[in-house]
């Protein structure tokens, strides 16, 4: 059974940057981040695969965000800067087998984490 945990979140100072980790109990191949803000729909913002490519970002946190995957560790990280109060939001990890390509859409993941929740207030 996949199991995923987050770790990191809670309050947070518009301006400042934003550190969640992920980690699975057995290795899958392709990793990312998803966030619900209250009222809207979820966002893949960020997500990767081992050993492919490019990872994708979503354009809202594009040129603010970075992810890494950490394959030893069955891990992945997420930096996001200069946060925004648009950034709060519950934040979940979210992992997939190899499916060709790295996962965008909510619907791409199969396994996910139980969520943490970000408050960015100025």
């Known amino acids: 059974q996949v199991q995923i945990m987050e770790f990191g979140g809670g309050p947070v100072q518009a301006g400042g940057s934003l550190n969640l980790s992920c980690t699975s109990n057995?290795?899958?191949?392709?990793m990312g981040w998803v966030r619900q803000a209250p009222g809207a729909e979820r966002e893949v913002i960020a997500s990767?695969?081992?050993?492919?490519?490019?990872?994708h970002y979503s354009d809202s946190v594009k040129g603010r965000a970075t992810i890494s995957l950490d394959k030893p560790r069955n891990s992945v990280y997420l930096q996001l800067t200069n946060l925004m109060s648009e950034d709060t939001a519950m934040y979940s990890c979210?992992?997939?087998?190899?499916?060709?390509?790295?996962?965008?859409?909510?619907?791409?993941?199969?396994?996910w984490g139980q969520g943490t929740q970000v408050t960015v207030s100025s």
């Open positions: 979210a992992a997939v087998g190899w499916m060709g390509g790295v996962p965008i859409t909510p619907s791409d993941f199969r396994y």
């Open positions: 057995v290795f899958i191949m392709c």
């Open positions: 990767a695969c081992v050993k492919f490519g490019d990872a």
